[in-house]
């Protein structure tokens, strides 16, 4: 199947965007998984007061996904959407093209946040 440069890209968007879905899922499921005390129950040790992983749902896991998860991972969908204008042309299929970006911003981001970390 031959596409056109335009239905490409709405294809590539589309798996990129599926992707990004997933990454917000899992992130939903951690916060979920936190929140029941599945993770104090599944720890061997005893919680101290200051355990950031025990202490019964007082939020500060979804504080930190929201502070820093959320501009973090649309940081990540900025350098994937760029990342998928590059490959498009590149890449014999569009999907291939949109997995690409969507795993490769994440990492490239990563990357780059901690070079950065060592520089400064």
Do not use: E, I, K, Q
Not at 87 to 115: D, I, Q
Request: net charge positive.
């Amino acid at each position: 199947m031959d596409l056109d440069a335009g239905a490409r890209s709405r294809a590539g968007r589309t798996v990129l965007l599926w992707w990004y879905a997933a990454y917000l899922a899992a992130a939903v499921a951690v916060v979920l998984w936190y929140l029941t005390g599945l993770s104090a129950a599944a720890s061997d040790r005893p919680c101290g007061s200051g355990d950031f992983w025990c202490g019964g749902g007082n939020g500060s896991l979804v504080v930190l996904l929201v502070v820093v998860g959320v501009p973090v991972l649309a940081g990540c969908l900025a350098v994937s959407w760029v990342l998928l204008r590059v490959a498009l042309p590149r890449v014999p299929s569009a999907a291939r093209a949109g997995s690409l970006a969507a795993v490769a911003g994440p990492v490239l981001l990563v990357l780059l946040g901690y070079g950065l970390l060592h520089v400064l």
